[in-house]
């Protein structure tokens, strides 16, 4: 049974739909470069089911704000933002406060009350636009730091339907999150779900002390667990065996003169510890062990590119590959191939297989689904090795790569030592511990694990706030100050 048939049949056999929202929707036939989007992508497939979200427009008066669309049995409902909030709510609140402060990075946070707001109200445009959508018996599915409110919102408006919501990005310690104003609130606004979602146990963990210090359990039937998220193994093994011999990995293979391939994939994002990995990848080649046998490709798709940090990471790291290799290279070398174009994933998964090594180093990452793609991309007869960060969410269930601080580049560059001269059955042993967790834990088991969670009888179909049926024609107004559920205000 493939995922999307799984996804759907437990759908059918519930007698529900299942309604994804989530920030952007993966349009069919779209390139993706971010986890979310893969990862839905996988879940959801060409099953029956809603995906809301963001059309990518700014609303105007030239056209409705809500566009439907089917594909594949899918139905899409795509949504204009407004065009006064949508700064603020992404750009500011969501991408310049939530992630970096969820990323442990307090030094990066630029908080606007003014941006707050803007999110709050974008987050009741999106739970207005999906009220209209709704049946009485939907699940609703809710993902990621943008949406945090939205079950809050949704309640406001009289829904009662189950809703869950999973957070793709790691979760603090509560000092960290006690560093962000009206804190208090954003967690708190997290017990309108029936079910949260964490990466880890350690997200999990970090929530509950969370809530220990300071949310007054006042809705006990919101459940939370950790349900760290898997990719589709069979669809990138059939995917990386069949791009090994095409075009793109065969010249990249043709390209090396033999030497050997790390390679790392990541969205240009301070999270992922880019400068810190190629320090290390110099460091390595400083220590004189092996150097010169390895050419490392970076492919670094640019992302959020208005937002100032990263246009300055951009920078360093342009000076840093210019500064490694105009000391390094040789005529007929260059050691690290820094590369800002994207790629289609069968593309990427031929890079995979023909890449020896994986440098995967994020100072903290909620799982880090390149991981696990690398893995499953290997030739069993020969597979490379997976240096990964002990601070990627994908650590706790592979100890089996070689795992690393990536603060610390002599450690790294010792790694890429050890892994240049790793045996074969070593190698062999420690990618087949691993296939067996990513086959364990595919994409499917983690949407049907939540999914079934959501619906499961402990957790009753709440009583709603106001009258809900049908939620379109719920008359109710949105409340001006969003309060949590234990009265803390916003502001
Ligand atoms: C967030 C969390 C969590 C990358 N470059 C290209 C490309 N990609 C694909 C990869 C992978 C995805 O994008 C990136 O996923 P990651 O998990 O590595 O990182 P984030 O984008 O930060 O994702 C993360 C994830 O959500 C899921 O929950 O794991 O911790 O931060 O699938 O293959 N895909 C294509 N061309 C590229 O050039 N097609």
Not at 26 to 36: D, E, N, R, V
Not at 252 to 262: E, K
Not at 389 to 401: C, D, I, N, T, V
Request: aromatic share 8%; charged share 20%; glycine share 8%.
């Amino acid at each position: 049974m493939s995922t999307a048939e799984a996804i759907v049949g437990m759908g059918a056999r519930a007698g529900s739909r299942t309604v994804m929202v989530s920030n952007r929707v993966a349009l069919p036939g779209q390139t993706q470069t971010g986890g979310l989007a893969v990862a839905l992508t996988a879940a959801i497939g060409e099953g029956s089911g809603l995906w809301l979200g963001w059309s990518g427009t700014l609303a105007s008066d030239k056209r409705p704000p809500i566009c439907k669309q089917s594909q594949g049995g899918l139905d899409y409902v795509l949504v204009d933002l407004p065009a006064d909030d949508f700064e603020g709510y992404y750009h500011g609140y969501a991408n310049r406060v939530l992630w970096p402060l969820f990323h442990y990075r307090i030094d990066l946070v630029d908080y606007h009350r003014e941006q707050r707001d803007a999110y709050l109200r974008v987050n009741r445009v999106f739970a207005e636009a999906l009220a209209q959508q709704l049946r009485g018996d939907d699940v609703i599915w809710v993902h990621d730091y943008h949406l945090i409110p939205l079950a809050q919102c949704l309640r406001d408006l009289g829904v009662g339907n189950r809703i869950g919501f999973f957070l793709h990005i790691p979760l603090p310690p509560p000092d960290v999150l006690n560093a962000l104003p009206g804190h208090r609130a954003l967690l708190g606004a997290l017990e309108a779900y029936d079910l949260v979602g964490f990466q880890t146990r350690n997200d999990l963990q970090n929530f509950r002390h969370y809530q220990a210090q300071h949310v007054p359990i006042t809705q006990p039937r919101c459940r939370s667990d950790a349900f760290p998220i898997g990719i589709d193994v069979d669809a990138i093994i059939r995917t990386a065996q069949a791009n090994e011999a095409r075009v793109a990995g065969h010249d990249l293979r043709a390209s090396l003169s033999g030497r050997r391939l790390a390679i790392g994939v990541d969205r240009l994002d301070y999270s992922k510890g880019l400068p810190e990995r190629f320090k290390a990848f110099e460091r390595h080649l400083q220590s004189g062990e092996d150097a010169g046998h390895w050419t490392y490709l970076q492919i670094a798709p640019h992302s959020r590119t208005r937002v100032p940090e990263y246009q300055s990471l951009r920078r360093e790291l342009e000076g840093l590959a210019g500064h490694i290799n105009g000391r390094h290279a040789r005529p007929d070398w260059t050691p690290i191939r820094y590369v800002n174009d994207s790629f289609p994933q069968s593309v990427l998964a031929g890079f995979y297989r023909a890449a020896d090594m994986a440098l995967i180093t994020p100072l903290r990452d909620g799982m880090n689904l390149v991981a696990k793609e690398y893995l499953a991309s290997q030739s069993p007869l020969d597979p490379g090795v997976l240096v990964l960060s002990r601070f990627a969410g994908a650590a706790e269930e592979l100890p089996q790569a070689l795992l690393v601080n990536p603060h610390d580049i002599d450690e790294v560059a010792s790694a890429i030592n050890t892994a240049s001269s790793m045996p074969l059955a070593e190698r062999q042993d420690r990618w087949h511990t691993m296939m067996d967790t990513l086959r364990g834990n595919d994409v499917g088991h983690w949407a049907r694990r939540f999914l079934q969670t959501l619906r499961a009888p402990a957790a009753p179909p709440r009583t709603p706030t106001a009258p809900a049926e049908p939620a379109q024609k719920n008359t109710r107004q949105p409340q001006a100050t969003l309060a949590t559920t234990d009265g803390v205000p916003w502001q």
